[in-house]
């Protein structure tokens, strides 16, 4: 019972899996050419896209849920939560989870839109539910951490997180690794919710953690990039900024990507830290970066989509969608969807 995709038609958590490494199952054959359609929403939205198969689902602030056709997106459910919704849906078996600001857990079937069950995670929620091997994971602003049977929506454990989080957790074996809003990340034992370890930064820490070569990477809004060992918390390298990084990171090939709050989207080695190249774009940067083999998709917060060579930061391409953009793309093969801020969904066809 894991998010982990299967096949190029799937993008079911938020960055695509449970490593949060925003890596493409799919992979493009070129940059967007046409738009295969075009849906405006009536909610503003702040989340990410999420697919398994034909459905694409999205999530608004008005409090809807949407199942979209993702070949012509057309509806074909919606759900309607307590409050508003900040953050990306997660889908695992038949389900698609997500917790709304009232800090209600919702589990509904994902071909109708259906309530399975519904719990009270302990405070609103910007951040996704992570699911592992049958367990849901669901920090809040709210300084909650609780864990819930993916089946039942039973409680199985609740800690406190001072200072609360806005970081979707990644879970990986038997740790769980978070950021909090009082600057520290956290590994917890995934049974038991106990502190295993933390680290203390000098911001909070908005970002959500990636997972790569036994390291948790993760940005800080302290101006630091840092790469800590994944078993004790040890700084094994960081990197500065000029501003902070409250971007969640995306892996691949080595490379770990950060946009930062200063504009720049920075390419630093893994193992070391090393910056490989920085890019500048026209504003700060949100939104995770998504990666596929030759290209990274970024998002500045009020400029187009961006597309940089993975190997340079060279532009490679770039797509208008006429407001400002939080969320990360889903990719498929041929195919980009997102959804801006005003709520308009966009599916592009790649050549």
Not at 136 to 143: D, L, S
Request: net charge neutral; aromatic share 10%; hydrophobic share 35%.
């Amino acid at each position: 019972m894991e998010t982990t995709p299967n096949d190029s038609v799937n993008w079911p958590t938020f960055l695509g899996d449970n490593a949060r490494r925003g890596g493409s199952p799919g992979e493009p054959a070129g940059p967007p050419s046409t738009p295969a359609w075009k849906r405006e929403l009536p909610g503003m939205a702040l989340s990410s896209p999420v697919l398994k198969g034909e459905l694409l689902y999205l999530a608004f602030m008005d409090g809807s849920l949407y199942a979209l056709d993702s070949q012509n997106g057309q509806t074909r459910w919606s759900f309607a939560a307590a409050a508003p919704i900040h953050s990306t849906p997660a889908l695992a078996d038949h389900l698609v989870l997500f917790c709304d600001e009232s800090g209600n857990l919702y589990a509904v079937e994902n071909t109708t839109g259906t309530l399975v069950w519904r719990a009270q995670a302990g405070g609103p929620a910007w951040s996704s539910p992570s699911i592992f091997q049958g367990t849901v994971y669901q920090g809040t602003t709210g300084a909650r951490l609780r864990s819930f049977d993916l089946r039942t929506g039973r409680r199985d454990w609740d800690i406190e997180l001072t200072g609360g989080s806005c970081s979707t957790a990644h879970v990986t074996g038997d740790r769980i690794y978070i950021g909090t809003g009082d600057g520290r990340v956290i590994a917890l034992e995934r049974g038991s919710g106990r502190t295993s370890w933390e680290m203390r930064t000098g911001g909070p820490v908005l970002s959500s953690p990636a997972f790569a070569e036994d390291l948790v990477l993760v940005g800080s809004e302290d101006e630091f990039f840092y790469a800590l060992d994944g078993r004790n918390g040890a700084i094994r390298w960081r990197y500065r900024g000029t501003q902070g990084f409250v971007a969640p990171p995306a892996c691949g090939e080595g490379l770990v990507y950060a946009g930062c709050k200063d504009g720049y989207v920075y390419a630093l080695s893994v193992g070391n830290g090393e910056l490989q190249w920085k890019a500048r774009v026209p504003e700060i940067i949100c939104g995770a970066p998504t990666v596929t083999s030759t290209l990274i998709c970024v998002q500045p917060y009020g400029g187009p989509l961006l597309a940089l060579e993975r190997r340079s930061g060279k532009q490679a391409w770039k797509v208008s969608l006429g407001a400002a953009l939080q969320s990360t793309p889903a990719l498929t093969s041929d195919r980009l969807f997102l959804v801006n801020y005003r709520g308009v969904v966009h599916a592009l066809q790649c050549r």
